[in-house]
């Protein structure tokens, strides 16, 4: 199994930037490709962007451009970078793990959330 810890979450103005972490815990990080997801109370929740145990990376179109994922394996976290942040993306944030290779990206193992929050 695998747990995983989110921060970084908070307010920021639209334009702004901010860094979500997740920190992996309890099996092999690296045979994990690993996700961000979004959800909007209501709404249907989107994934974000995934990278592989291989670094890989994969993005919606809605984030692509302005978000970045990363991992780094030795230290088994994975990272957000959101530049140029807008309203409308904000949401509650989930760090996700699955099983290297599922396609299209199915999480298997999802973490408690972080809140962010893009307001002026």
């Keep these: 199994q695998v747990q995983l810890v989110e921060s970084g979450g908070g307010l920021v103005q639209p334009g702004g930037s901010l860094r979500l972490s997740c920190a992996a815990s309890g099996s092999i990080f690296s045979n994990y490709d690993m996700g961000w997801y979004r959800q909007v109370p209501g709404k249907q929740r989107e994934l974000v962007a995934f990278i592989t145990r291989r670094s890989n990376t994969n993005y919606a179109d809605s984030v692509k451009g302005r978000f970045t994922i990363s991992r780094d394996n030795t230290e088994n976290t994975v990272y957000l970078q959101m530049n140029s942040l807008k309203p409308e993306d904000t949401a ?29």
């Design 92 to 120: 509650v944030y989930y760090c996700t793990a699955a099983r290297w290779g599922r396609r299209p990206y199915e999480a298997d193992y999802w973490g408690q959330g972080t809140q962010v929050t893009v307001s002026s």
